[in-house]
C-alpha cells in the first residue's frame, strides 16, 4: 500500500512490502540471473547477520551500491530487488525513496541540514517501527567525490553535506541493524570514495548482451501483444532476429522506447499499432531523440554545455574538446531557435541521434524536455555532428566549422548530412550509409 501523500522533506515515495507493482520490476529487469542473486543475497544477508555479528567482526554498514549508464535498470532493479528481500523473508517491511535535489540548497550550511534531519530524524524514526530500506538515487548528488571539487567553484555546504552523510551512514549502522540503503549512480567517478568504501557490496549493472536486448524486446512486443495482436506476433516472425541484432549496445529502456518510436513512425501505424513491422523496429533503433530546455530555461550557451554533456557522458575526450571549441556557433545557432523545428543530427557507428530545443513557455514548463542521458555512445566511431541553419546565416557558419572535422551545417529543408569539408567547398551532400549499420 503507498502512502505518498504527506510525505516528509527529502522523501519521494514511501510504501510498504511487498508490492506487486515492485515484484513486476524485479521480474522485467532482464540482466544476468547471477546478478540479481548477488544482490538479493547481500540484501537478505544484511537482515539476517547484521543483527547477530559485532561489526568489529564483519563491518557490514547496510549499504549496496548500484553503478552503471543511465537506461540500465539501476532503480528499476533497486526496487524491485527491494519487494522480493519482503518476500523471502516473509516480513513486513517499509520503503523509503530519497529525492536528493530536494535536499539541496544554495545557503549555507542549509544542505547539511537538510541531509542531517533525512538521515538522523525521517529515517530513523522509519527503522523504528520495522525492517526499512531506503533508495538513494543520484548518490553523487548528496555524497559528492571532496577530493574533486573545488571551494572556489563549489561551497563548502557541499563538502559538508558528504560529510553529514558519512556520519550518519554510521551512526544508523550501529543503532538500526534491520535498515538497508540501496544507493545508485550513473556517475561512480564522482561519489566520494569514503561512500564507496562504506559500501557491503559495489555492483555494476552492464548493458544487456545480446540475448538479454532478444529478451528484453520480445518481452516488450509480447506485452503489447495482449493489446495489439499483430505486435506479439513480431515476437515470433521470421526477422525478429534483425530487430534484436539492431538493439545490441542499447540499454533496456532505449530498447523499450524504440518500440514506442515505431510505433510512431508513421501516421497509418500510429492510428493502428497492429500495423508496425519489424522495418519500423529497425529504422527506429538508429534514431534515437532528445529534446533540451533552451531560453530562457537556460542561456544559449549552456543549452549547448548540456548537449555536450548528455553527447560526452561527461567524460574528457577529443570529441568533446571540438565540441566546445565551436560553442560560438552552436549559441548562435541555437539563439536563433532553428533547433526548435529541425534537430541538430549525430551520426556515428550507432544510432543517429537528434537533438530538438524547446523555448519560451515550452522551455519554462519542461513537460516536453526528454533529457535522460544515453545507454549508447552517440559519438562512437566516425561521428559527425550537423547543425540545422538558416538560408541567411549558412555560408559564414559552414566557414567558421571548416576548421572541424566532425561539426558542419546544412540548410533547414536539408535531410541529409554534409561533411565538415563539402560544407565549406560546395553544395554536394553527403549520403549517409545506413545499410553499414544494419550489417
Known amino acids: 500500500m503507498s502512502a505518498d501523500d504527506g510525505l516528509q522533506r527529502g522523501l519521494s515515495r514511501r510504501c510498504t512490502l511487498p508490492d506487486p507493482k515492485l515484484d513486476a520490476l524485479w521480474t522485467s529487469i532482464i540482466i544476468d540471473d547471477a546478478i540479481k542473486d548477488q544482490l538479493l543475497g547481500q540484501a537478505v544477508l544484511n537482515f539476517t547477520i547484521r543483527s547477530k555479528v559485532d561489526r568489529s567482526v564483519l563491518p557490514l554498514h547496510g549499504v549496496i551500491l548500484l553503478v552503471g549508464l543511465p537506461g540500465t535498470g539501476k532503480t528499476s532493479l533497486a526496487r524491485g530487488m527491494a519487494s522480493e528481500t519482503a518476500h523471502v523473508l516473509s516480513g513486513k517491511f517499509q520503503l523509503l525513496e530519497v529525492d536528493p535535489h530536494s535536499l539541496t540548497s544554495s545557503a549555507m550550511g542549509k544542505t547539511q541540514r537538510a541531509v542531517s534531519d533525512l538521515f538522523s530524524q525521517v529515517v530513523a524514526e522509519h527503522a523504528l517501527s520495522g525492517p526499512t530500506i531506503v533508495i538513494l538515487d543520484e548518490v553523487e548528488t548528496l555524497a559528492a567525490d571532496r577530493g574533486k571539487l573545488s571551494l572556489d567553484a563549489n561551497p563548502i555546504d557541499v563538502h559538508r553535506a558528504t560529510d553529514a ?93 524504440i518500440v514506442a518510436n515505431a510505433l510512431a513512425s508513421r501516421r497509418e501505424v500510429a492510428l493502428d499499432p497492429n500495423k508496425v513491422t519489424m522495418d519500423d523496429l529497425v529504422r527506429a533503433v538508429y534514431v534515437a531523440r532528445r529534446t533540451i530546455r533552451s531560453t530562457p530555461h537556460r542561456s544559449a550557451s549552456e543549452t549547448w554545455i548540456t548537449i555536450v554533456e548528455l553527447l560526452t557522458h561527461g567524460n574528457a575526450s577529443a570529441a568533446r574538446t571540438e565540441l566546445l571549441a565551436v560553442a560560438g556557433v552552436a549559441s548562435s545557432i541555437i539563439t536563433d531557435q532553428f533547433p526548435k523545428d529541425v ?68 540548410g533547414l529543408d536539408e535531410n541529409v548530412e554534409k561533411t565538415s569539408a563539402d560544407s565549406a567547398r560546395d553544395d554536394e551532400p553527403l549520403a549517409i550509409d545506413v545499410g553499414r549499420f544494419l550489417d
Not at 193 to 222: G, N, W, Y
Request: glycine share 8%; hydrophobic share 40%.
Open 343 to 410: 534537430p541538430i543530427v549525430v551520426t556515428c557507428d550507432g544510432p543517429r541521434t537528434r537533438i530538438h530545443c524547446t523555448y519560451d513557455e515550452d522551455a519554462i514548463d519542461g513537460t516536453d524536455a526528454s533529457e535522460d542521458g544515453f545507454g549508447f555512445d552517440p559519438l562512437a566511431g566516425d561521428w559527425m555532428l550537423s547543425f540545422p541553419c538558416g538560408k541567411d546565416d549558412l555560408a559564414w557558419v559552414q566557414a567558421a566549422l571548416k576548421p572541424y572535422s566532425h561539426v558542419c551545417a546544412r
Open 165 to 257: 552523510v558519512l556520519v550518519q551512514l554510521d551512526a544508523l549502522a550501529d543503532r538500526f541493524p534491520r535498515l538497508l540503503f540501496v544507493a545508485t549512480s550513473n556517475f561512480p567517478k564522482a561519489v566520494d570514495s569514503a561512500f564507496t568504501s562504506r559500501c557491503d557490496l559495489v555492483q555494476a549493472i552492464p548493458l544487456p548482451d545480446r540475448a538479454a536486448c532478444a529478451r528484453i524486446l520480445k518481452d516488450c512486443l509480447v506485452g503489447l501483444g495482449r493489446t495489439f495482436p499483430a505486435i506479439g506476433r513480431l515476437a515470433t516472425s521470421a526477422n525478429f532476429d534483425q530487430g534484436a541484432n539492431a538493439c545490441v549496445g542499447l540499454d533496456g529502456r532505449t530498447i523499450r522506447k
